[in-house]
């Protein structure tokens, strides 16, 4: 063992992990391209700038790519983009499962009707059909809630790996206060949208038993009324907290995208975040003049009906703009499951570059 020590002999760093607080002297033991012009630094001191194109080595390290990063990591990150592009499809399978359900279950409650006729003690046959009715109407609303819960959970799951911190990071470069709002974001509006699907489930479930009752009374409608009514507020809330995870998870994706260099996914993330709010914006500005609308015509005094005038030309427009804007937010949709395919794939990509 021979630990012969030169004084001015300059280190070498060997993994990322040990470049902070390294001197500018050191030398960079590992592959690293330049991020201006591709030129492998590897040999060259921290502190120097590329022999190619003159730019800082440092900035090229500030940045590093993802292909260099801990194998565990772009794991992770890999399948957060994966649940996130699955969870924003299954919606879209959901309807196409769901209504064909409903139509089936529907008809097959009143194909029922006559069996429950024979077997129930009331005399009634109306009541026994409804009562058959609402039953298998449980089925479509069961299968329902088991989805929205599979959703939300795969979506605060996804936002979760997401968010992960590189563990080669040091805090001081790493701004990790967005990417923690938006894994907040994303728990909090899942767990408001499980809970939610929950008792809504729970109050139409009781209120169908009690509509299978020959006279329920008003009072007893009005507990699982108030729970469906709670639980359309809460999932209201929790859409517009969306909109703000949203922002935020934009965010995460542009200081990840930057670093996977190939796909102009940086570009791509702006594009979708500034089309998406716009949308967004349009939409619940339109929802406001609709109040306004509606409001003039009913106070009173006013006289002003929204079919007369200057309000018939504003509801033209309106439902103009409405049409505009629904065509705007199924294209913000699909940028959106566009956006996270992409990344999936740029990030699968650089896993095989880098072998766990
Ligand atoms: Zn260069």
Redesign the pocket.
């Known amino acids: 063992m021979n630990y012969e020590t030169t004084p001015n002999q300059p280190i070498t760093i060997e993994k990322p992990a040990d470049l902070p607080g390294a001197p500018m002297s050191s030398l960079l033991g590992y592959d690293h391209p ?1 991020l ?2 591709d ?1 492998n630094l590897r040999g060259l001191a921290i502190g120097a700038s ?1 022999p ?2 003159n ?1 800082p080595v440092t900035d090229s390290l500030k940045k590093r790519l993802l292909r260099y990063a801990d194998p565990q990591y772009i794991r992770k990150l890999r399948s957060g983009a994966r649940c996130i592009t699955i969870c924003a499809i299954l919606p879209l399978v959901g309807f196409c499962v769901m209504i064909p359900l409903s139509i089936v279950t529907a008809a097959s409650g009143f194909a029922n009707a006559p069996i429950t006729t024979t077997t129930t003690s009331s005399g009634f046959t109306s009541t026994s059909t409804f009562a058959s009715t609402t039953s298998s109407a449980i089925v479509p609303a069961i299968v329902q809630t088991v989805f929205s819960i599979a959703v939300w959970s795969l979506f605060a799951f996804g936002w979760y790996r997401l968010t992960t911190q590189d563990p080669n990071r040091s805090a001081a470069t790493s701004n990790t206060s967005s990417g923690m709002a938006c894994r907040g974001l994303a728990i909090a509006t899942s767990s408001i949208l499980i809970v939610a699907a929950l008792f809504g489930f729970a109050g139409s479930v009781i209120l169908g038993q009690l509509s299978a009752n020959a006279a329920p009374s008003a009072a007893s409608m009005a507990v699982p009324g108030a729970i469906i009514a709670i639980s359309g507020f809460s999932s209201l809330i929790a859409y517009l907290l969306l909109i703000v995870q949203f922002v935020f998870g934009i965010k995460q994706v542009k200081r990840l995208t930057p670093r996977i260099p190939a796909g102009g996914l940086t570009k791509y993330a702006a594009f979708v975040f500034w089309f998406t709010l716009s949308t967004i914006g349009a939409y619940l500005l339109m929802v406001a003049l609709i109040f306004v609308l509606v409001g003039a015509a009913f106070i009173p005094g006013s006289g002003a009906s929204p079919m007369s005038g200057l309000g018939g030309v504003a509801l033209i427009l309106m439902i103009m703009f409405g049409f505009i804007a629904s065509i705007a937010i199924i294209a913000s949709y699909a940028m959106y499951i566009g956006l996270f395919a992409r990344l999936w794939s740029q990030l699968s990509k650089t896993c095989q570059l880098n072998p766990a």
């Open positions: 330049c201006e012009c030129y590329c190619e194109c730019s």
